[in-house]
């Protein structure tokens, strides 16, 4: 039983155009969202996060948004640039709970020159 | 201030052989999170620890599989008589006391081949 889902497994787009990744989750105790981002042989890096209290977080590039009645997020990187290539995992936890950060599948993100 | 530490970075077993993989949090970092990525797959949860307590170990295999995180030393998964599905890399994370998944930081991760 998944109960996050990145159903795009891949997603390419120019440098310099918006880069849209979504996450859809089913379990309604989850109340914290982050995204991390994963180059080839490394470990996955944290990159933003938002609490369910809040429907946007933004941070210089980057923005993530939460539609907690529809259960999505969404990140949105804006201008993308080449180096913003990797695998992007969406992950969601219930703060005060078992604390397990359950993963989506990642989407590969290819930013083309 | 090092960073997570897992090793090795990469370890090839023989079927039946045991895999240890050890995973050193990075200083002031107490809670300790297993995840295992198979190959075209996310990261699944594998074990939560705490110095010597397991918190949650929802996502661990019932047999061949135990993880540890004693109060002195690095943290280890321990794989008993590995088999080819074993075939991951897996990641451990790390991060202080109560506090944020935010700061949970991951290592580079270690790539078991079984052959």
């Known amino acids: 039983d998944q109960q996050v889902k990145q159903n795009s497994p891949s997603l390419s787009v120019q440098e310099g155009r918006i880069s849209i990744l979504n996450c859809d989750y089913t379990?309604?105790?989850?109340?914290?969202f982050l995204w991390y981002k994963k180059y080839p042989a490394e470990g996955p890096t944290f990159l933003i996060s938002i609490s369910s209290i809040k429907d946007k977080n933004e941070d210089g590039r980057f923005t993530v948004f939460l539609n907690k009645s529809a259960k999505h997020l969404s990140l949105h990187i804006v201008p993308s640039q080449p180096g913003d290539s990797a695998v992007y995992f969406c992950g969601c936890i219930t703060q005060g709970g078992s604390e397990k950060l359950v993963f989506g599948k990642g989407t590969k993100l290819t930013v083309n020159p | 201030n090092a960073g997570v530490m897992q090793n090795p970075r990469h370890l090839v077993r023989r079927r039946g052989q045991e895999a240890r993989l050890r995973c050193s949090p990075m200083?002031?970092?107490?809670?300790v999170y297993w995840y295992r990525q198979l190959p075209e797959e996310g990261l699944k949860f594998m074990v939560y620890?705490?110095?010597?307590?397991?918190?949650?170990e929802s996502g661990m295999p019932k047999e061949r599989f135990s993880a540890e995180f004693p109060k002195e030393g690095p943290s280890i998964l321990r794989i008993q008589q590995v088999v080819r599905g074993d075939s991951a890399a897996y990641f451990c994370?790390?991060?202080?006391?109560?506090?944020?998944?935010?700061?949970?930081?991951f290592g580079q991760g270690t790539r078991l081949t079984v052959v």
């Open positions: 994370a790390s991060s202080p006391p109560s506090s944020l998944p935010d700061k949970a930081f």
């Open positions: 620890l705490q110095k010597e307590n397991i918190i949650d």
């Open positions: 379990n309604s105790m989850f109340d914290y």
């Open positions: 200083k002031g970092h107490s809670h």
